[in-house]
């Protein structure tokens, strides 16, 4: 009797029950060859949360189980879409080939991620490198992994169509958050085409919102994912009723009107998030005494870019991260690697440099021009001018921490979100704007942090007056 239980594996996961992944036939690659490789296997290494696990002490969590989350999430998209896909697409492949290239591009957008994720990206990748973990990802997922994807047959809806196959440049193009621009060497250069000359064909293209944007399977899972292991209790996260109200038009993927309500709440519930998790006073305090000591960390322990090295980039993890800087509190006093393992030590065992002094909360309803926001830069040079002569050079450190929770113009560009009113059989502006306007445009933590609290009364007073000035609206607008 031919059973199904050799093809297809269960995953126990905390959030959907089981995950199916596929198994391996003889002399068959599946799923499981693709998580089993060493570069997915890498991200049980990485945090999911840069550094709230360090707030959160149940946040253990890898940036490998959100991974397997996103795939399962991307499957049941496919499955929902496919249909009106097909439809508006005459040259859309069979449901499981499409069905494999959304898992995959679930499984693998977080392939490139370095130690600390997005942290790493914005003090060391891009300054240094001008690359991102999605450019990585994109280079990984064509130059490492993709004889492997090419060889995949079926999903776990069951086998392609005679002569198809999952092309690596498509997962690739899918995982990259915005359509244009340039990606990494050896990846896709941009929306329409692939590196090979070919063009990204448009049943890819239309599915791009899947993971790019402001409502996606990859913040679908995070939100959840993230509030479940940190014990946070959130509001009403209604994953399925999102993606059963998803289908596509030319547009691309595209809310039913019936949608609405479960978009705003998850909005809502990702806001609430960024403001108690990912903002975490505690959380930023660490980020900002890593500040000090990551760049120069890692131009010792990873000097060339990791497109350039792939060997060491594969072997560096959080874990051996920590355990190098542990090393060098063998070196020498005096040496660069003995102060800043000493720095590492503070860090790892909690003992934060910075305290919080002063923190002011900004919403927006309506998103005004950039040149509006305070910089850093200048915040900093507001308190210090206002505060009194003697405490001029006392040490501070300024924070702007800024969140979209939802698109500036959700209308129009890659985090565009497309609701369907079947009254107009049209996509409607006014019914977005209309569950926006309880979803700030902007949101604006504005913190300043001290090495003491001694002049903690003189730093707030000075920051709230910054603020006063440069925002006379904003201290009531709460």
């Avoid at 905390?14 to 998580?35: K, N």
């Avoid at 995949?152 to 440049?169: H, K, Q, T």
Wanted: glycine fraction near 8%.
């Amino acid at each position: 009797m031919k059973l199904p239980y050799d093809d297809v594996h269960l995953i126990a996961d905390p959030l959907y029950g089981y995950l199916r992944i596929t198994l391996s036939r003889a002399g068959e690659i599946a799923e499981a060859d693709v998580i089993d490789n060493p570069w997915v296997q890498r991200l049980k290494r990485v945090h999911q949360l840069q550094s709230s696990w360090w707030v959160f002490p149940a946040a253990e969590h890898s940036r490998f189980a959100h991974s397997l989350g996103t795939m399962h999430l991307a499957g049941q998209l496919a499955r929902q879409v496919y249909p009106t896909l097909a439809a508006v697409e005459p040259g859309t492949p069979s449901l499981p080939l499409v069905e494999e290239t959304l898992r995959l591009a679930g499984l693998l957008h977080d392939l490139g991620h370095g130690p600390f994720s997005h942290f790493c990206d914005e003090e060391y990748f891009l300054p240094v490198f001008g690359i991102d973990h999605e450019q990585i990802s994109q280079y990984l997922i064509v130059n490492e992994l993709g004889g492997l994807v090419a060889e995949l047959r079926r999903s776990p809806s069951g086998a392609f169509a005679e002569g198809e196959r999952v092309d690596p440049w498509h997962v690739a193009f899918l995982v990259r958050a915005e359509e244009g621009g340039a990606g990494a060497a050896g990846a896709p250069a941009g929306a329409g085409a692939a590196a090979d000359g070919g063009p990204i064909p448009r049943w890819v293209r239309l599915l791009h919102r899947a993971l790019s944007g402001a409502v996606t399977v990859d913040n679908m899972d995070y939100v959840r994912r993230d509030a479940y292991m940190c014990g946070v209790a959130l509001g009403a996260v209604d994953v399925d009723r999102l993606i059963y109200y998803t289908f596509c038009t030319a547009d691309g993927l595209t809310f039913h009107k019936r949608a609405l309500s479960a978009l705003r709440a998850f909005l809502n519930a990702r806001f609430y998030m960024y403001e108690n998790v990912y903002f975490h006073r505690v959380g930023h305090a660490i980020d900002l005494h890593l500040h000090e000591i990551f760049r120069p960390t890692m131009r010792l322990v990873l000097p060339l870019s990791p497109l350039d090295d792939l060997a060491a980039y594969r072997r560096l993890t959080e874990w051996s991260l920590f355990t190098t800087v542990e090393g060098w509190l063998d070196e020498p006093l005096g040496g660069e690697r003995r102060e800043l393992a000493g720095q590492w030590q503070s860090i790892i065992h909690r003992h934060v440099k910075y305290s919080m002094v002063y923190e002011h909360h900004v919403e927006r309803q309506q998103p005004l021009p950039a040149a509006r926001d305070l910089t850093k830069e200048e915040f900093r040079a507001a308190i210090v001018q206002r505060l009194p002569g003697p405490l001029k050079d006392i040490e501070f450190v300024v924070d702007i921490a800024s969140q979209d929770p939802r698109p500036l113009n959700p209308l129009v560009g890659p985090k565009r979100i497309a609701v369907y009113d079947p009254a107009t059989d049209a996509i409607e502006e006014k019914l977005l704007s209309g569950i926006l306007e309880f979803v700030p445009a902007k949101a604006h933590l504005y913190r300043v942090f001290a090495s003491g609290r001694e002049h903690e009364r003189e730093l707030a007073l000075a920051a709230r007056g910054a603020l006063e000035d440069a925002e006379p609206q904003s201290l009531t607008n709460l």
